[in-house]
């Protein structure tokens, strides 16, 4: 993981944003940069993944669901996260998509804006190492 994005929003406004950019072992891959905007120099002056976990673990109101688009993808790499950290992502999720086949239109889904959230978005440097056969509680 490279980078955590997560902005706070409630009552229609956002409340809060934050970068967790995460140091890496060696520089990144040729075209990452071009792909993501994100420089090594940027990842140099970052934080450990661990210490990017115990940020999002101490968010508050953990009763507040995190909100993302694509479950697979994010979940899947936020429950690698937390694996190797030797914790659990626990936390309440609901991925966009399910959300808008599930309860409005698309266009009105997509504005999570609509409710208290935090809305995460992960950008991976590569396939994570460690996978976990089990999917993450909602």
Wanted: hydrophobic share 40%; charged share 20%.
């Amino acid at each position: 993981i490279l980078a955590i994005r997560y902005t706070q929003m409630a009552d229609y406004k956002v409340r809060g944003e934050t970068t967790l950019y995460i140091r890496q072992p060696e520089p990144l891959p040729e075209g990452i940069s071009e792909l993501t905007g994100i420089t090594d120099d940027m990842l140099a002056r970052g934080i450990s993944l661990e210490e990017a976990v115990s940020e999002l673990e101490t968010l508050p109101c953990a009763d507040t669901p995190f909100v993302f688009a694509g479950e697979d993808f994010a979940a899947g790499f936020l429950n690698a996260a937390f694996l190797r950290c030797g914790k659990t992502f626990d936390r309440p999720y609901l991925p966009t998509t399910e959300f808008s086949s599930e309860v409005f239109s698309p266009a009105l889904a997509l504005s999570s804006e609509a409710f208290p959230s935090i809305f995460l978005s992960v950008t991976p440097a590569r396939i994570p190492a460690i996978s976990s056969s089990e999917k993450p509680p909602k």
